[in-house]
């Protein structure tokens, strides 16, 4: 096979196209597709909450269903929506701004798409079974003493899935290490590169603590142990602590990426280099290391004592700091700029007010006299969601209407979009604002109910109008995707008249990226080379036959075995007749991994004379 062109050959050869490609562009298209899906799931399931929640002993939903929803809702927001969309931006866009023409390991790269798909689903496929119900930090020895098997396919589904995120990340590290173009010192790196850069290091430290935590978790309910079983020796602490040394880095994981994209975003509608670039990085890379030094402020309340509790209270509140240099740099960036008042700007505008009250409401949770009494209140839900939606949300639509002309050739509409912001920006400040005063005045979160006469019905009903207004404005943004796919409008590589290499080539990339390796001679690639009246960059080697690595189902076989092993595991209490599920299972992931290991896979070249006939493009 001399060239890899995407061919249309039918609905067939395109599902066999995608469940076998290594292409990063693909698979940003398959975790986008997958993470949205999700991102619906986990939306339907906070309505359903905020249904319930409507007015005072209401029986909407029964209490043990609002316990499996609150749980999912959580785990499914945090691992199976926003972490798929975060990792669909970086596949789609990081090794174009490097200037690369693919990531360091493409087949690892499928491998953990298929690893977090499958994981998934078994998460999801426990709505048919008895889904989880200790919360989505699932502490023990709730989720140890829980009955049936939710918590089990909580374990399973997180266990796979995280493994594929680690994967991801590990890739993400050497790619952006070792395959940056000639020219690309790190400090003339993208910002979007450089947090996806430190998060990257986030998900390497962060994502082990967990794994391990689950496995202690997977042999206390599976095979009996008892580590975190106080009656038998165990300390149920141990498991709020792995929890937290993951699940406090992995709100810096989230949120970077989306930092790195509004930077790009001022940047580009401001038609202004990023001020204090130097700044940023090192802001960035000091948010990345203060994240491992403050997970136990979620444990203020546990006895930790003073000074562990003032140690942590003190490293909580510098990270404000570095956060507070990136929001005056973004707004020094806007600073007499020729600005343009996109969708994604204003998604990007709209977010420094929003994420600077969570930032706030942050600060007061982390004065640990004061959490005692916020803590476990709806103050606490509230700043959560100012941070992870007023942040990651609105970054996810800003960089989406950013990068969609690269990844699909096509612009989203930018009158639907802006109806998409407003319908969404006035729902959530709805939604969540009054519930700081709702925690305030002592409505516990996690409830199931509150009784008539104590001043919640009011807050509570402007929550739930405001959470619906959120969700027409996503059918909104669903509506704009339709109709500019049927509208088939393509737009040229640059619309934005953008400053990073991504903008150097067209909409959306031909399979190798690159025809020729750009050289780059300074911050902001494209841009100097405009500057200088150039239409492109200038090369940095001449053109010839370009090798790519070859389309596999090996990723998905080896996804699929553990997936079928994890029902094994999970049953195997009940009766020993499930583990020939783990026999089977292990052994489609076991011999796919051999197959792959004694059968050379050399890749393929496209020719320098495909190259010239503009194939591909």
Known sequence: MSTAVAQNRGLGAAIWDYLTTVDHKKIAHL????????????????????IQLMEPSNNFISAGLYNEMITMHGTTMIFLAAMPIIFALMNAVVPLQIGARDVAFPFLNSLGFWLFLFGGLILNISWFTGAPDAGWTNYAPLSTTSPGHGVDYYVMGLQISGAGTLIGGINFLVTIVNMRAPGMTYMRMPLFTWTVFVTSTLILFAFPALTVGLFLMMFDRMFGSAFFDVALGGNAMIWEHLFWIFGHPEVYILILPAFGAFSEIFSTFSKKRLFGYSAMVFATVLIGFLA????????????MGPIANSIFAVATMAIAVPTGIKIFNWLFTMWGGNIRMTTAMLWSIAFIPTFT??????????????????????????????????????????????????????VLSEGLGKLTFWLFFIGFHLTFFIQHFLGLIGMPRRYWTYQEGQGLELGNMISTVGAFLMAIGTLVFLYNIVQTAVKGEKV???????RT???????????????????????????????????????????????????SILPFLMSLGLFIAG???????????????????????????????VKDDLGHHIHKEDLEKGAGE
């Open 567 to 597: 029902f094994g595991f999970i049953y195997q209490v009940d009766n020993k007749m499930w583990l020939i599920l783990v026999f089977i299972g292990m052994g489609i992931t076991l011999g796919s991994m051999l197959t792959r290991s």
């Open 492 to 498: 040229s590589g640059d619309p934005w008249d953008g």
């Open 31 to 50: 975790y986008l597709v997958s993470g949205g899906l999700f991102f619906l799931i986990g939306g339907l399931e906070a309505m359903i909450i905020r």
């Open 292 to 303: 491992f030094m403050v997970w136990a402020h979620h444990m203020f309340t546990v006895g």
């Open 501 to 551: 290499l991504e903008w150097a080539i067209p909409s959306p990339p031909p399979h190798y990226n690159f025809k020729q390796t750009p050289l780059v001679r300074g911050l902001d690639a494209l841009w100097v080379e405009k500057m200088e009246g150039k239409n492109g960059m200038t090369p940095a080697e001449p053109l010839g036959d370009i090798h790519m690595p070859n389309n």
């Open 357 to 410: 009250i969570g930032g706030m409401t942050g600060v007061m949770l982390a004065a640990a006299a004061a959490d005692y009494q916020y803590h476990d209140t709806y103050f606490v839900v509230a700043h959560f969601h100012y941070v992870i939606v007023g942040g990651l949300v609105f970054g996810i639509f800003a960089a989406l209407h950013y990068w969609w002309p690269k990844m699909f050739g096509q």
